[in-house]
């Protein structure tokens, strides 16, 4: 294929001209890349972040420890992600999780028997027996936070309200009862969720999940551009033009990653089917603050097991332990939801005290002086809009996963949203990946063997 290369517009602005055009440089935007180029296709990554990387993204501690601020977990059965890992040189190490986390409130621990859990635990049963049926129409409209409200006993609403929110990112009055059910159904139910071991949180990668990204887009060959935000989609049958801020790409094809809520900004000619734009209009991201405290040791473990908690005080929190063989000791933090945005109100001091101090009573005052603080509200980020995945608007059933990747001419879909399976993970962000380059592929062969760019669809 012809090798991408640079000129000038009519207006100043640069031109580059190569053969396929991918927008967005998170996971399926670098894996999509890479399977092109090593079709020996040429293809060319905008990014409109001054980093490659998506929803992953990892620091470095002032211990030196790797840590991860957005997508982390390796998930029971996550094939893809796993030899991803092998291949690029990092290693797994397994959570160090308990049977249950701790529900703790104040300097009180709930006990797995009390009426609270008790209370919860039948409702999150009762959910999950539903959910293997097709959920009622009607269940579109009525929220999950309509649904709680109506659920006996403060203490277990208020479990149930940090439990889903952490899980979903949603604010849980635009989160209809319809798309909570068909996600449990989707991702083979609410235990394979929440669950750390054997569930949807059961491995971590020592060096950092965003590693690999970085990793990805460092490689031979790879051609990443950052700070290109996309701005306009122009196609026909001969290939696309995509506008940026500082200029302009020509393409045969081209493959768009990012969530469908942050794809709304690109304007498209002619615009794009319908079901597109309903697709656009309907879903938003949720929010999430995430946050790691860094320890010299992960002292907790010389007087208890484990530090998994569901903290209930306000800002309501999801806990893990997330160190590394060998420490230093991690502590992760999850807050979701209005209460994330809540968190936005305070400066950094304020918020890390305001995540630490619950776990006082339980840990020891020693969890109150991290020696590193790191944390990202995902829901800020401009560039993203939010964790982890799009979600649907109450009364609409675009959104559900996996969304359409129908192809659009010379305009193909990707991202977590679109995978078969593990929708909505790192996992689902690599197969759509994969997926992509195989239709542009096939796409292109088609077209060199006679065929049009209308054959893409």
């Not at 620091?59 to 690029?88: C, I, K, M, N, P």
């Not at 929190?317 to 991690?330: E, L, R």
Request: some cysteine; hydrophobic content about 40%; aromatic content about 4%.
């Amino acid at each position: 294929m012809e090798r991408a290369h640079a000129g000038r517009t009519g207006e100043g602005g640069e031109l580059l001209v190569t053969t396929v055009a991918v927008v967005g440089a998170g996971m399926s935007g670098l894996i999509a890349a890479r399977e092109l180029r090593r079709r020996g296709i040429d293809v060319l990554v905008l990014e409109s972040a001054d980093r490659p990387g998506g929803r992953m993204r990892a620091e470095t501690s002032v211990l030196g420890s790797r840590l991860d601020l957005g997508g982390q977990w390796v998930g029971h059965g996550h094939h893809r992600f796993e030899a991803l890992a092998a291949e690029l040189g990092t290693a797994l190490f397994p959570m160090r999780t308990p049977a249950r986390p701790d529900v703790v409130e104040g300097s009180r621990r709930i006990p797995a028997a009390s009426p609270a859990v008790l209370t919860a635990g039948a409702v999150l049963l009762a959910w999950e027996l539903r959910a293997r049926r097709p959920a009622p129409a009607a269940w579109a409209s009525r929220t999950v936070g309509a649904r709680l409200r109506k659920v006996p006993g403060r203490r277990a609403r208020r479990l149930l309200d940090v439990l889903v929110s952490v899980t979903s990112t949603a604010d849980l009055d635009r989160y209809s009862m319809h798309a909570f059910a068909e996600a449990i159904r989707y991702q083979g139910g609410l235990a394979t969720m929440m669950a750390t071991s054997g569930g949807a949180q059961d491995k971590l990668i020592v060096e950092g999940a965003g590693t690999l990204t970085e990793r990805l887009a460092a490689e031979p060959g790879a051609r990443v551009l950052t700070g290109r935000r996309v701005t306009r989609i122009r196609r026909d049958d001969d290939g696309v033009t995509l506008d940026t801020a500082s200029g302009i790409v020509q393409a045969a094809r081209a493959i768009v990653t990012v969530p469908p809520p942050v794809a709304a900004g690109i304007a498209h000619d002619p615009p794009l089917p319908a079901s597109r734009t309903a697709l656009e209009r309907n879903t938003y991201m949720g929010s999430v603050h995430k946050a790691v405290a860094v320890y010299e040791r992960p002292f907790w473990r010389a007087r208890r097991k484990h530090a998994e908690f569901m903290v209930l005080d306000r800002p309501g929190s999801a806990v893990f332990d997330t160190t590394p063989p060998g420490g230093p000791g991690h502590l992760c933090f999850l807050v979701a939801g209005p209460e994330a945005r809540e968190l936005d109100r305070l400066d950094t001091g304020s918020r890390r005290r305001a995540l630490l101090r619950p776990l006082a009573p339980h840990l020891g005052p020693e969890v109150l002086a991290p020696a590193d603080w790191h944390e990202k509200a995902w829901h800020l980020d401009e560039h993203v809009g939010g964790g982890y995945a799009a979600l649907a608007s109450p009364g609409s059933t675009d959104g559900y996963f996996p969304v359409s990747s129908r192809p659009i001419g010379t305009l193909h879909w990707a991202g977590t949203e679109t995978a078969d399976e593990h929708a909505g993970y790192v996992e689902g962000a690599i197969a759509s990946g994969e997926r992509a380059a195989r239709e542009v592929a096939e796409s292109l062969s088609r077209a060199t063997a006679g065929g049009s760019a209308a054959d893409a669809t």
